[in-house]
């Protein structure tokens, strides 16, 4: 068991099967049958014209901002979004690409600290070109942003011409929280990124989905970058399952994320740090005077991986942990944080 991340998920055995009968071409050529299925399918479910089929969120990130922008633009990100802080400095190193964070309430950046931060028309100033937006904002403990609040965002960007790309690495997450058809969230961004093998199960991949005419630059960018793939066909089959098969499945993760909060808070001496809404429980275990290594130690003798920065953890619900494994575990900790010794 693992609550390290909802990436350690392992493909259900219908992707497996997909995977081995994938029907399979080049698809540099654009000659996979099965991954331009899964570019088509992403692209009508997100409500864009065409999808391009990346081999990580990272690289689907990548080329995004790479299609969207020029040498020395500004972007605009929220201090603590996975495109600032955990792409390796991408932006600097790829795109040449000025960087301008806001710090957001809840991951969500408030128009107005946006339009201060849009740079006027001077000859002092880089261009300011891109927005992007996170949905469900992984730090800010897994919050799903509404549509309203992207919307907010999206009204300023376009009142001063900005494109705006969504890190949607885990948006059927958002959607499936807030109990809406996800196209009420992509619709306030231009191009989309998510991600298939984080709680949509599958082994590998995301989709970058947009116009017709970004998508073509994207997928230079993505030869560019060495991910160009031929018989890809093998990896997209299982993508295809994640969003026909996982996306209603995440509901149990939420559930089994909220019942694990409610156990944790129990125990004297945890903090549950973040509103628990989709599937992450981020924690202080600060009160019961372990240290982390105490921590991953206790979780370990229960049979969980974890991983723990000081007192501060988060925990990730995912396909392969259920209601029954939640009770167990928050037994067993209880157990171990009221004996004398670990
Ligand atoms: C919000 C967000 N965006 C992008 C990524 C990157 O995805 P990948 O690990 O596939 O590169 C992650 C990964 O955890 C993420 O949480």
């Not at 999206?154 to 058809?181: M, P, Q, T």
């Not at 030869?223 to 149990?252: D, S, Y």
């Not at 089994?256 to 275990?285: C, Q, Y």
Request: with cysteine; charged share 25%; glycine share 10%.
């Amino acid at each position: 068991m693992d609550f390290r991340s909802d990436t350690v998920t392992w493909p259900t055995p219908e992707m497996r099967e997909a995977a081995a009968e994938a029907a399979v071409g080049d698809d540099v050529y654009g000659e996979d049958p099965t991954v331009n299925e899964l570019e088509r399918l992403a692209a009508e479910m997100l409500g864009k014209e065409a999808g391009l089929f990346v081999t990580s969120g990272t690289q689907g990130n990548a080329v995004s901002v790479l299609a969207h922008t020029q040498r020395g633009d500004e972007i605009i990100l929220e201090a603590r979004s996975h495109i600032y802080l955990n792409e390796v400095g991408g932006l600097a190193v790829l795109g040449n690409l000025m960087v301008r964070p806001i710090v957001g309430e809840l991951g969500w950046m408030r128009p107005e600290d946006i339009k201060r931060a849009i740079r006027a028309d001077n000859i002092h100033y880089p261009r300011t070109h891109l927005l992007c937006v996170e949905n469900t904002h992984n730090t800010a403990g897994g919050i799903p942003l509404t549509p309203e609040q992207l919307k907010a965002d999206w009204e300023i960007a376009k009142e001063h011409d900005l494109c705006v790309h969504l890190d949607g690495a885990r948006i059927f997450n958002a959607a499936i929280a807030l109990e809406i058809d996800v196209k009420k969230l992509t619709q306030y961004a231009d191009t989309v990124m998510i991600c298939l093998s984080k709680g949509l199960s599958a082994p590998v991949g995301s989709v970058v989905v947009g116009r017709g005419e970004f998508v073509k630059k994207a997928r230079k960018y993505r030869k560019m970058l060495g991910g160009g793939m031929r018989q890809a066909g093998i990896i997209a089959a299982p993508g295809i399952i994640a969003l026909t098969k996982m996306v209603n499945r995440l509901t149990e993760d939420h559930e089994t994320a909220r019942l694990l909060a409610e156990g944790l808070k129990k125990i004297n001496g945890i903090r549950v740090l973040n509103l628990v809404k989709t599937n992450m429980v981020n924690i202080d275990f600060a009160g019961i005077d372990w240290t982390s290594s105490d921590w991953i130690e206790a979780c370990r003798k229960l049979g969980w991986k974890t991983r723990a920065s000081g007192t501060i953890t988060r925990l990730c619900t995912h396909y392969g942990i259920d209601i029954e494994d939640i009770k167990a575990f928050i037994e067993g900790l209880n157990k171990l944080v009221y004996s004398e010794s670990l």
